[in-house]
């Protein structure tokens, strides 16, 4: 089954409705994204804290339950601490191991926080998980994509001026600075990005047989590549030249 617009409506979620397709193993009792990369935000940047602030609270949906171990999903319907002291997810009165949910207005996908809050508080911070998008909406034109080093993450900015995690297979793991299967795959979405002129942002690589441009590849595995910057079209086409 290949992602095509056409076929599901998988990244507008203004339409009212999204689909959204899931891998299962009842056996085992496993269940998750089939095609959509599981992103971790533990270390804040600027462009994660936009992110973040953007989202809005919901109580814990099906898919929520999919970003957790099953044992967790009964933490998802636990109050915090600081709303109950007497919460199952309290420790001591003051510390926490809650989980809270929230989704994205724009893009329809959903975020789990999981607290960690030692007692006395010396220690107090949150892991978000979400799943990154399989395109820009249909509506979106691409700006210019980032680079974040602080987060660890990568970003697409439109022109309209939406944040967006930068759309991303399962089995991709997109890195930088080094050799391996996470830069090949950021390499491969960069050269089709530049082929279509920003035009194609979903995922997928590119056509059997054929190799990221090396210009590309070869910058992707450099150290220039290993620190927080924003490329434009420009700039992408720049580094492809050489």
């Keep these: 089954m290949s992602f095509t617009h056409p076929d599901l409506n998988l990244t507008d979620p203004t339409k009212g409705y999204a689909h959204f397709v899931l891998y299962t193993e009842a056996r085992i009792g496993v269940a998750g994204a089939a095609w959509n990369a599981t992103v971790s ?16 609270r919901c109580e814990p949906n099906p898919l929520h339950t999919t970003l957790v171990d099953n044992q967790a999903i009964p933490k998802l319907f636990h109050p915090c601490v600081d709303d109950d002291k007497n919460s199952p997810s309290a420790v001591e009165g003051s510390g ?30 949150w892991t978000y998980t979400t799943y990154a ?18 987060s660890g993450l990568f970003w697409i900015r439109t022109t309209a001026g939406t944040l967006s995690l930068l759309p991303e297979h399962h089995s991709c793991g997109y890195d930088v600075g080094r050799t391996g ?39 992707v595995t450099s150290t220039d590549a290993k620190r927080t910057q924003e490329l434009t079209m420009e700039d992408l086409k720049t580094i492809q030249r050489g």
């Design 96 to 125: 926490c191991i809650c989980h809270r949910t929230w989704y994205d207005p724009e893009f329809g996908l959903p975020v789990v926080g999981e607290h960690y809050r030692t007692v006395g508080g010396d220690t107090d911070r």
């Design 181 to 219: 299967g996470g830069p090949c795959a950021f390499a491969e979405y960069l050269h089709k990005l530049v082929a279509s002129d920003g035009a194609d942002t979903a995922i997928g690589g590119l056509p059997h047989g054929q190799s990221a441009d090396p210009q590309i590849l070869a910058w």
């Design 41 to 56: 935000i533990e270390r804040q940047s600027p462009y994660a804290r936009e992110w973040l602030d953007r989202l809005v």
């Design 133 to 150: 998008p399989l395109d820009l909406r249909p509506r979106d034109a691409f700006a210019y994509l980032v680079i974040d080093r602080t």
